[in-house]
């Protein structure tokens, strides 16, 4: 994989190379190349299955990190392109051209991050979370607890009980 790298980075303004085992690496790149370098990885390399792109949101530095993992089956290589955006633009171009599943994929990011891929197919489709009127619920800032008690009434009679006191009760009695 090594190799791979040293190609790709004679032609792209790639961050440094995280080899996670033999054959599966991280490479960064700039949002402007990733088309350019994605295409390279396709066509040229052999990495034609596009085996999922996924977010993490980095509240911290105020980003998202979008990775697209492409697999080469031949050689049963793995690569994980990152591209950081910004939280406050969370703006991508589509890659459903490129690769038809992305589109599925770039429809959840966009509901449940809010990172937007204008011209994918059905982006702004309510998809997962019909009638969703928050902010998307995998950004860091979203409250879970106060959207719960917004939403939904408490119901008389309900406990709510530590797991770990609760299954030792059950299984060894009360009083252990």
């Avoid at 994989?1 to 032609?11: D, F, G």
Wanted: a negative charge; zero cysteines.
């Amino acid at each position: 994989m090594q190799a791979l790298y040293h190609r790709l980075k004679a032609l792209f303004p790639l961050g440094e190379l995280t080899e996670q085992r033999e054959n599966l690496v991280f490479v960064t790149v700039d949002a402007a190349h990733l088309r350019s370098l994605l295409l390279q990885l396709r066509d040229i390399e052999g990495f034609t299955h596009l085996v999922l792109l996924t977010a993490v949101d980095w509240i911290e530095t105020g980003e998202f990190q979008l990775t697209y993992l492409l697999g080469n089956r031949a050689k049963r290589q793995d690569i994980g392109v990152r591209v950081m955006l910004s939280r406050e633009q969370a703006t991508m171009a589509t890659i459903h051209d490129l690769w038809p599943t992305a589109a599925t994929y770039q429809r959840e990011l966009r509901e449940m991050f809010g990172i937007d891929f204008p011209q994918s197919p059905g982006v702004n489709e309510e998809f997962i979370l019909e009638g969703w009127n928050d902010i998307p619920p995998y950004r860091r800032d979203f409250n879970t607890l106060d959207y719960a008690e917004a939403t939904y009434n408490d119901r008389p009679g309900r406990e709510s009980r530590d797991p770990a006191t609760y299954m030792r009760e059950k299984l060894y009695g009360e009083g252990h």
